[in-house]
């Protein structure tokens, strides 16, 4: 028997074998959302006579380039094309009955990124046990567009987070033909970093989506709430506003006249102007009848019943300073309209007089405002419902990241979950012990719902009244949740809000 063919409902796929590990790439999961598709549900893919073959990666969604400071893989979407709807499996070799699963959603702010990254290989984990899936969804305009007259054809309100609903439609291939990979479809770990967490956050708040999967991982991204009257994400009403804005900026006079325009201009034109919404959270998902809560809701008991492993990095502001800029001015104004009059407190620490003291504050302040704190926010939630959840703080700094502008910055836990990349010298020995036991961790979570493993420290649950947290530094230690002024005076803020 050839391990390295699977025939599954719609097909016979043949992947490739390299010792231990089988992999199956660019599996298209829908038929390509192109003509008539554009802007509908995904449709799941149809039989076919014949082998197929499953060596190459398929397209990513269609994006822009971004500038280098703000690009985190250097080949990220390099081939695109609307007909992207491709997952990959990485799987042991010879196969196993029960290996856990565990599906990866790649971030990159909904607008950016693919499954198919180097970063996000799959083969240490097979050579460990788990089948690992990763896949690409619409992103941008083409994910998450909101405009009246899909709302007029579609009285139930689920769509405009197609990118989701696409999600949702690979979720259920994984349920459907992942045994025939040697997986266990009645466990499932979806697990994801920055906007991938969010997406995991809110299939994890989706009715739909119960039962696809039994555990969830949230890294960088995915938690917290607008309580404090930080910028939330655009309403549905609004989201349609901005569809009408949008058609606008591209000239065309409907619906079906904006189907017709080619994908380039779509992109192209997906940074107009238009006061309404912030660029950034313009093609995010929207509340609706198919996402009941948002990524930035506070946490409902309706929220999925399944074990929860999430946390943040030291450093993540680092990154994201360079999107909303170092300037004296942004950090005073940021600063004012996150904590009030108490921001003179952290303008002791880091004057916005000085340069050097607006950048440092701009990056201690977004990385607590949308990290640290949101994270202690939404496990403090969860234990509250009586759900287990495991919270961990990355803070390794490799020797190519020692320089002060990069440190454990936002992504740079990736490597580590994924296994080092060999041919990377910026790493070393404590980083590779370190890679290791976060992966042994993670696995043991997504075989149990529980990630301690013999012989390594223990990781107690999270509890409001001890908030014992994981720490990935040079070697994983358990200690006091990461506390800052910026968080003391966060959580003094929310508190004086309910």
């Not at 230690?477 to 508190?495: E, T």
Request: hydrophobic fraction near 40%; charged fraction near 20%; include cysteine.
């Amino acid at each position: 028997m050839d391990a390295s063919v699977v025939t599954t409902p719609a097909g016979e796929f043949r992947g490739l074998q390299h010792g231990v590990v089988r992999s199956f790439l660019g599996i298209p999961y829908a038929h390509a959302p192109t003509g008539a598709r554009r802007w509908l549900a995904p449709e799941p893919i149809g039989a076919w006579n014949g082998v197929r073959n499953a060596d190459a990666f398929g397209p990513a969604s269609p994006q822009p380039a971004l500038p280098p400071e703000l690009t985190i893989s250097p080949e990220r979407a390099t081939t695109t094309s609307e007909d992207c709807l491709y997952l990959n499996v990485w799987a042991p070799a010879p196969p196993q009955a029960t290996a856990p699963v565990m599906v990866w959603i790649h971030g990159g702010g909904f607008f950016t990124g693919s499954g198919s990254e180097s970063g996000y290989d799959g083969a240490h984990f097979a050579e460990r046990g788990v089948v690992l899936v990763t896949l690409n969804y619409r992103l941008g305009p083409f994910g998450f567009l909101a405009h009246p007259e899909l709302a007029a054809t579609d009285p139930t309100r689920t769509t405009n987070n197609y990118g989701l609903l696409d999600q949702l439609c690979a979720l259920q291939w994984v349920k459907t033909n992942i045994a025939l990979f040697g997986g266990d479809p009645n466990n499932v770990t979806i697990f994801g970093e920055s906007a991938g967490a969010a997406a995991v956050r809110c299939l994890m708040e989706m009715p739909a989506a119960r039962g696809l999967f039994h555990r969830a991982i949230l890294q960088s991204g995915g938690f917290g709430s607008s309580a404090l009257g930080e910028t939330a994400e655009p309403t549905l009403e609004a989201k349609l506003r901005v569809g009408l804005a949008y058609q606008k900026a591209l000239g065309a006079r409907s619906l079906a006249e904006m189907r017709d325009i080619p994908a380039g201009k779509l992109i192209d034109t997906m940074a107009f102007k238009f006061r309404e919404t912030d660029r950034g959270l313009r093609w995010w998902p929207t509340p609706t009848a198919l996402l009941p809560r948002s990524d930035t809701s506070d946490i409902s008991a309706g929220i999925a019943d399944v074990p929860v492993l999430l946390g943040t990095n030291a450093n993540e502001g680092i990154f994201f300073a360079n999107a909303f800029g170092t300037a004296r001015l942004n950090y005073f104004g940021m600063s004012l309209g996150i904590l009030g009059l108490s921001a003179r407190k952290l303008f002791r620490e880091n004057s916005p007089l000085s340069r050097t003291g607006a950048r440092e504050g701009m990056r201690n302040l977004i990385a607590d405002f949308f990290f640290v704190e949101r994270a202690y926010q939404m496990a403090a939630q969860l234990s509250a419902l009586g759900r287990r959840c495991y919270v961990y703080h990355f803070g390794r700094v490799a020797p190519k990241n020692r320089a002060a502008h990069r440190r454990a910055n936002h992504t740079y836990e990736i490597p580590y979950v994924f296994g080092l990349p060999p041919d990377d010298d910026g790493y070393d020995a404590v980083d590779a012990a370190v890679s290791r036991a976060m992966q042994d961790y993670w696995i043991s979570f997504a075989r149990n719902g529980d990630p301690n493993v013999g012989g390594a420290p223990h990781w107690p649950a999270f509890a409001d009244d001890d908030m014992s947290v994981m720490h990935f530094g040079d070697r994983p230690n358990v200690g006091p949740y990461p506390r800052s002024m910026v968080f003391d005076l966060l959580r003094r803020r929310r508190a004086a809000t309910t």
